[in-house]
Structure formats: C-alpha cells, structure tokens
C-alpha cells in the first residue's frame, strides 16, 4: 500500500514516537548527547591535526632560518594581534555561556550571547582584513609575489651604505617596475615597545626625511605607522635575509586557513542562533549549541597558539 | 591559607553541580574567572617579549599559550566535567602533533649541507 510512489516507512525508522528529537539508534537521550560529542571530540582531533602539520612547517623553517622570521616579524603589528587574541578569547567566553544558557532554557540570553559571539568574529575577520590589506599595499605577500622592490627603497637610511652593489637579494619575487608607485607606501607595522626592541615608536615628522616621502597624515591608523629599522642596523637592503618571502608565506596560509575556520565557525553559530531564535533548545536539547561551541572553541585554542608564533617573534 | 586555597579548588571541582542530574552546568563566576585568567595571560605574554632571554623566549611564549589552552579546554569545553575519554583523546591530539614535530626537527636537524649545499646563514657552519 504506497502512497503515490512513496514507500511507507517502518515505524521504529521515525524515533522514539512521544521523545523528539531521539534518534532510533539511541535509547536514551543521554546516550545520544554522549555518542554526538564523542564523535565531535573526534572531528576536532583532525582540526587539530591539521593545524598541527602546519605548525610543523612553520617549526622546521623557524629551526633553520631563525634569521628571516627575526626580520619579517617587524611587518607584523603586535598590537593588532593581542587585540584580535582578546576578541577572540571574548567571543569564547560568550560561547561557553550560550552553552550554558542552552542548557537552563534561557531563550533570550542564549540568542544575544551567540549574536555577540559572532559579532566579535566580525571583529576578529576586520582585524584581519586590515592587516592583510597592509601587506598587500607594501608587496608583502607570499613567494614570487614578494616585492623585494618595495624594501629596496622604503629602507634606505640615505646615510652610510646603501648597498646597490651587492645585488644579493634580488630573487626570483617577481618584482615589477612599478617601485615609483611602491616607494612612498613603505609604511611598515609599528613595534611599539620602545625600550625592547631599540627603537622608537613612529614620528612621521622627524623621519620624514629619512625613510620616505609619505605625508604624516596618509600613514594610517595608529599602529600602522613607519617603523624605525634603521637604528637597529636594519636599514640597508644588505640586512634584509634571503627568502623572506617564505615566512610570509607561511604567514598567510596560517592565518589564511584560521580566518577560513573563523568564517565557517561563524556560519555554524549562525544557524544555531535561527534555531536558537525558534526555540528550539533548553534542558533537554542542546547538543547543537554545545557542539558548536566545541569547535568555536578549537579555532580559538589555534590562535592562542598561533599569536606568540607569529606576533611575538623577538 | 591552605584551606582557603583547599575550598576554592573544591568549588571548581565541584562546580554547577547542583542543577538538573543529566547534565552539568558550568556557573556563570566560573567562567568568567577563566575569561579573566586569560586576559592575564595574554598580557603576560605580550610583556615576556620584551624581557630579552634569547632561546628561552620561545618557550615561554609556548608555556604560556600552552596554560591558556588547557584552561580553554578544561573549562571551556568542559573537559575537566566530561567523560575522561574525551580528555583523553584530545591529549592524545596533542601527543600526536608534539611527535609529529618532533621526528621532522629530528629528521631535518640531519640535514648535511656538505653533500647538497644549503643556505642557512644564521647556523654558522652547519
């Protein structure tokens, strides 16, 4: 007896008739819960793996040319970085209380507690795109798309050598011609800790004459501003290490891949919140929630570890 | 002292105890001491940076996002309230990626640049 085609299912393929939301091959809801945050537990072990084989990369490389990370870290705003830790660490702790909101049926609490999680990845992502943009303004990209070029004539103390002669660095970066338009947009991240690393916080003013003709006012936000490099001996094109171009390439694929993580969690959370809105969740059910949160959770656990690598290089 | 520090440490172990049977609940002070011991961190990382140690920066650094994680996993993922199997197989993720790194250093470490030339200036004669 079909009805219109349709195979009539067996009962026990529908649930537990009177428990929705439990599955036929469980008995319990408890069951359930357990059985689906043990297999997210596992998803989360290949997460981590994967972060792990490129931590790996960046573990070799920094092993052997502990020379390129100590240079290319000065193109990397360390106050942007802790900034984006804190959304991110932010947006955990309100993960963690949606779980909890989910779990006490308190409908209005898990909703705006998920909105501000995902508000906060906003955050994290603009942070992110600011940074990026930096980089692609300055030619410090990834492999051949590397401009040496834009180093070249952006770190010219114009005092003692200038090491034209020594051509050395001149690899395969695919350097165009167009070093007239990239020589006033060397602004370089700002390490704004003085007393560590030597030198002084940016004051356009005083080295305008000195590294390069860009207007005060067209530097940027604070903390983008020009980097004083020449009084560590940096300022010559001699100091710059071959194949700096690796570490931004590790650079972009390791954050690449996190803000990957980041927009997929953020769908995810996403969609728990419609559901949220509905809802669909309290005492009974709230796996969605808790399960997401996991994994909200393991993207920050990477950019925990992903800041000191990175950002805190000395 | 001891007992002060004896009752707080029971307090977390025991904590969000007292709601529904099935499930544990984590209470809001909890986690918002976690969040807070995290900014913590955070900051005392950022200021390791500017204490010059040479090698032992790294480490630290590591020590550091090291502690932050494991109280992200024990608390904010509730591992310290689960199942040990799930505890356990997150640090078997961990173990796995450590020797994952640690046999490629070991490999890479053997590298004989007399044979094939490399480039590695800042390792001397290596």
């Known amino acids: 007896m079909s009805h219109g085609g349709k195979p009539e299912r ?27 945050k043990l297999g ?31 240079y290319a870290h000065y193109f990397l705003d360390v106050n942007l970085g802790a900034i984006n830790t804190v959304v991110l660490l932010f947006s955990s702790l309100t993960a963690a209380w949606a779980v909890r909101a989910a779990q006490l049926g308190q409908r209005r ?24 943009s930096e980089k692609w303004k300055h030619g410090l990209l990834w492999g051949k798309n590397f401009d040496y070029e834009a180093l070249r004539h952006g770190e010219h103390t114009g005092a003692d050598d ?9 690899h395969g970066t ?4 167009d070093h007239a338009a990239s020589a006033p947009d060397v602004a370089l991240a700002d390490e704004t800790d003085p007393s560590a690393t030597g030198y002084v916080a940016a004051d356009t003013a005083s080295n305008a004459g000195e590294m390069s003709n860009i207007p005060a ?17 940096h300022g010559s094109l001699e100091d710059v290490p071959r194949n700096v171009h690796l570490f931004f390439g590790i650079y972009f694929i390791m954050t690449g891949l996190h803000a990957l993580h980041v927009i997929a969690g953020m769908i995810a959370i996403l969609v728990i919140l419609v559901l949220a809105t509905k809802g669909r969740f309290g005492s009974a059910y709230f ?28 | ?115 094939i030339e490399g480039y590695a200036p800042a390792l001397g004669s290596q």
């Open chain 1, 10 to 36: 067996p009962a026990t393929a529908q649930g537990h008739p009177g428990k929705p939301r439990l599955g036929h091959h469980y008995d319990t809801y408890e069951q359930q819960f357990d059985s689906n």
């Open chain 1, 40 to 70: 997210m537990w596992l998803f989360l072990v290949t997460e981590i793996l994967l972060f792990g084989g490129l931590f790996c990369a960046y573990s070799v490389y920094r092993a052997k040319h502990p020379e390129v990370f100590i």
């Open chain 1, 109 to 132: 609490l898990l909703v705006a507690l998920l909105t501000i999680t995902i508000v906060c990845g906003f955050g994290f992502l603009g942070i992110k795109g600011v940074e990026y």
């Open chain 1, 162 to 170: 200038h090491g034209e002669a020594g051509e050395t660095e001149d």
């Open chain 1, 174 to 177: 695919g350097s165009t011609a």
């Open chain 1, 217 to 233: 006012s067209a530097m940027g936000p604070p903390g983008l501003a020009a980097a004083q490099m020449v009084t560590e001996g």
């Open chain 1, 287 to 314: 796996t969605p929630v808790d399960l997401t949160g996991l994994y909200w959770h393991v993207v920050d656990m990477v950019w925990i570890f992903l800041f000191p690598l990175l950002y805190l290089i000395h």
């Open chain 2, 1 to 115: 002292m001891l007992e002060k520090v004896r009752r707080i440490t029971t307090k977390i172990k025991h904590a969000g105890e007292e709601h529904q049977g099935m499930v544990h609940v984590l209470p809001v002070w909890l986690l918002v001491a976690v969040f807070v011991s995290l900014m913590l961190f955070t900051w005392a990382t950022v200021a390791a940076t500017s204490v010059d140690l040479g090698r032992l920066n790294i480490w630290i650094a590591l020590a550091i996002a090291t502690v932050k994680a494991f109280l992200v996993a024990l608390y904010f993922m509730h591992l310290r309230y689960d199942r040990p199997l799930h505890g356990v197989i997150f640090l078997f993720a961990i173990f796995f990626v450590m020797l994952f790194v640690a046999l490629v250093l070991m490999d890479t470490s053997a590298y004989r640049p007399e044979l």
